[in-house]
């Protein structure tokens, strides 16, 4: 029977039914508001939003479907990374379904979740097939990992500080534009000109595909300094969006070509989270994958950012991998949420195996 899956790790409450084939019958995404005024996600505001919100998402996107929760074949959940409020209340609450419909639980990893995301029938044009390249770009994420099977991720490189969606919200901050400022950030660049504001590119050339963008805030924000509290000219500030985005995108650029050279067999290149949204960005992946004679996919929008269809999906590949290795179906109801879940523990779930 289909599968019922549950997000709730960040700030979004989401809900999907997925059939056994991957078709997505319902989904629903609700992106908690009450969070702005602070400026980033509020981990105590974010649980009890789960909390309030889950029982009429899920009822609705049953609803949706068509379906009652006794059709349900099983139950998966978000079981990390994340903030462990969220965790607790999305993980409990599928664990307590799947226990009431005598049904099978599956704790699905988050980032996994991102990365099979382009497996998901049609959404990528000549499919997703193993090995390829994910850019993971969020808000809390930035990492490149190699995907090369179910269970099987080798993280290239990350962030050794801010992600760059903190970075870009961050930035968007200190430029008035309120939060997350990402999409009004790339709005007001295109007015500007990327080339008139010197700015720094973080580990550019370095060896490994690490990234850094704590620096690039700092010196936006000295010159930014001359200001103090007197409001922008709105040209300066456009160049500074512009200037700060080229500078990220040159970067993920470099960053890029070394990961693929970490990764020679790779035959795709994935962006996903939600910075993949970024259109400069997107231009300039497609290019470093053309020059790489590979493939560059992006799913869409609504599935790069948070959303219960990848968790669902995640753990419909799971399943298929459990039988196709002669495993027992995963039920994971002892499964414990985790706020650092790292991917190379995957491959544990098909230890036999291995
Ligand atoms: P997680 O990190 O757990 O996946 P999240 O909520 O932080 O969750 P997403 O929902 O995937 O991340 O993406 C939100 C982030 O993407 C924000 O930081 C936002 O500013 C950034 N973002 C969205 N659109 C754009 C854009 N056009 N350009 C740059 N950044 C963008
Ligand atoms: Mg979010
Ligand atoms: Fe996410």
New binding site residues.
């Given amino acids: 029977g289909p599968v019922l899956a549950i997000e709730s790790?960040?700030?979004?409450t989401a809900c999907a039914i997925l059939s056994s084939d991957g078709t997505c019958l319902a989904q629903r995404v609700v992106s908690q508001d009450g969070h702005a005024d602070f400026g980033g996600?509020v981990p105590e505001i974010a649980a009890r939003a789960h909390l309030a919100l889950l029982p009429g998402l899920v009822r609705a996107t049953l609803a949706d479907a068509q379906l009652t929760a006794n059709d349900i074949g099983f139950v998966a959940s978000t079981t990390g990374p994340?903030l462990i409020g969220g965790l607790i209340v999305g993980s409990g609450f599928g664990k307590g379904l799947a226990l009431a419909l005598g049904k099978p639980f599956v704790a699905v990893n988050?980032v996994e979740a991102?990365a099979l995301t382009a497996r998901i029938p049609g959404l990528v044009p000549g499919g997703a097939p193993f090995p390829y390249l994910l850019l993971?770009?969020?808000?809390?994420?930035c990492q490149c990992i190699a995907v090369e099977g179910v269970g099987q991720y080798r993280k290239l490189g990350g962030t050794i500080d801010d992600?760059?969606?903190?970075a870009?919200?961050k930035v968007?901050k200190m430029l008035g534009l309120g939060w997350?400022?990402?999409?009004a950030?790339?709005k007001l660049a295109r007015d500007g000109n990327p080339k008139t504001i010197p700015l720094p590119r973080p580990l550019l050339g370095r060896e490994g595909c690490d990234f850094s963008f704590s620096g690039l805030k700092t010196a936006l924000s000295q010159k930014l300094a001359p200001f103090g509290q007197s409001p922008l000219p709105r040209q300066f500030a456009a160049d500074l969006a512009a200037s700060f985005?080229q500078a990220v995108a040159d970067v993920v650029a470099d960053r890029i070509t070394h990961a693929l050279r970490m990764m020679p067999d790779a035959g795709l290149l994935v962006c996903a989270?939600?910075?993949a949204?970024?259109?400069v960005?997107r231009a300039r992946l497609e290019t470093v994958a053309e020059q790489h004679g590979i493939r560059f996919a992006a799913p869409p929008l609504k599935l790069?950012?948070?959303n219960a269809v990848m968790v669902g999906w995640a753990a419909l590949e799971t399943c298929q991998e459990a039988a196709r290795r002669g495993l027992p179906q995963p039920d994971d109801t002892a499964t414990r949420p985790r706020p650092r879940w790292p991917l190379d523990e995957m491959a544990h779930r098909f230890a036999a195996t291995l």
Avoid: I
């Fill in positions: 790790s960040c700030d979004e996600v994340g988050h991102h993971l770009v969020s808000g809390g994420h992600a760059a969606g903190e870009f919200d968007a997350p400022g990402g999409p950030l790339e985005q989270g939600g910075v949204a970024n259109s960005l790069c950012t948070d």
